[in-house]
């Protein structure tokens, strides 16, 4: 069993009401002593429950604007790294009831059995009769695409119940996103950084439906989804601008005999150029070195064009090759290779240095 007392427990929280107390009361009789309320912006008539938390032994940090959970998860990280030098870690809880002090101890317990820094989750179980229809489906779609697009395979990317060791505290500093995307995100962040996903089943607990949750459906998951959304743009209009350039330089290059290589080759030249810097600005936003991303990202690129050619080239042999065959034949051959380039340029060409996690 781990020493409670090592750990911080974080509770974010917006206009809590009476299940706050009975949250910090029950994690105080589990035997946790330091507790850490981040108060993100509630209304004036919600703050007498942070000050009876204060009551109760809590540290209290508040904004004065609601900010977001990841911001809030961020200011409690911060605090942590200035104000607790010796604790183990942190781990992170919902204010609303909905993590049980057995669950957080059962979590908190795998932080010592780990052979290096991980990351451990209290995953829920969704299939359960009593979980509401729109949050089976989304928690499910959400995990779903994450493990399609990202090989991202966790059953429940946006549990509140996570153990951070302080090892990895400070990376997650660095992890870009304010509101509910931020805790997607770090997913994606320990996944690059090949920091371990531990999952530890939890009791499924819904209150009323979920009815008090501060997730808002379109706009949270749009930016939850926001990676993949960037990558789907950043392709969208670099395969444009390749799949133009193609059709008129096939065009132009009619009498030519290798036409259809000089046309994919000069296509993907002149388009990678564009693509390579916006995903490296705005889509992973790496601080990997140039060199070594230009160096894997024209890797990668070789790959994508000698596979690119060679497909629609053994394609066109067998549908023909007029024009407006080869043009659907190359539409469908780099709709395919989409896929790939996402996963590779994720998990290997943007991806960060492990020497840049710190570990303490």
């Known amino acids: 069993m781990a020493n409670y007392q090592n750990i911080l427990v974080v509770i974010p929280s917006l206009d809590p009401d009476e299940r706050l107390l009975n949250v910090i009361r029950g994690v105080q009789a589990k035997g946790f002593t330091d507790i850490l309320l981040v108060d993100d912006g509630s209304a004036p008539e919600n703050q007498h429950y942070f000050?009876?938390?204060a009551a109760l032994g809590c540290a209290v940090l508040h904004h004065e604007v609601n900010k977001g959970k990841g911001r809030a998860l961020k200011t409690a990280f911060e605090w942590f790294m200035k104000n607790r030098p010796d604790s183990?870690?942190?781990v992170t809880i919902d204010g609303d009831d909905q993590h049980k002090p057995d669950d957080i101890a059962a979590c908190v317990d795998l932080l010592s059995q780990q052979k290096q820094d991980s990351l451990i989750l209290g995953v829920r179980n969704f299939d359960l009769d009593h979980v509401p229809p729109k949050s089976r489906f989304g928690n499910k779609l959400t995990s779903s695409v994450f493990r399609l697009f990202c090989g991202l395979k966790v059953s429940d990317t946006q549990t509140g119940l996570r153990v951070f060791p302080r090892g990895i505290i400070p990376k997650m500093l660095e992890v870009s996103g304010e509101r509910f995307e931020y805790e997607t995100n770090m997913l994606l962040v320990c996944k690059q950084a090949d920091i371990p996903l531990v999952e530890q089943t939890?009791?499924?607990?819904?209150?009323n439906s979920n009815e008090t949750t501060h997730f808002h459906p379109i706009k949270d998951s749009l930016r939850i989804y926001g990676i993949i959304i960037k990558f789907f743009l950043s392709s969208l209009l670099s395969f444009l601008l390749d799949y133009g350039l193609f059709n008129v330089f096939y065009a132009a290059f009619r009498n030519l005999a290798h036409r259809l290589?000089?046309?994919?080759?000069l296509a993907r030249i002149l388009s990678s150029v564009f693509n390579f810097t916006l995903n490296r600005k705005a889509v992973f936003r790496?601080?990997?070195?140039l060199s070594k991303t230009i160096a894997r990202y024209y890797i990668l690129w070789g790959f994508q064009l000698l596979a690119s050619f060679g497909l629609v080239r053994l394609l066109s042999g067998i549908f023909g090759e007029g024009g407006f065959v080869v043009a659907i034949l190359k539409l469908i051959v780099d709709m395919f290779l989409y896929f790939v380039s996402f996963r590779v340029q994720q998990a290997w060409v943007f991806k960060p240095d492990n020497t840049e996690i710190k570990s303490e």
């Open 51 to 53: 000050e009876e938390g």
């Open 88 to 90: 183990a870690g942190a």
């Open 202 to 207: 939890i009791e499924t607990v819904y209150i």
């Open 261 to 265: 290589f000089l046309a994919t080759a």
């Open 286 to 289: 790496s601080d990997a070195p």
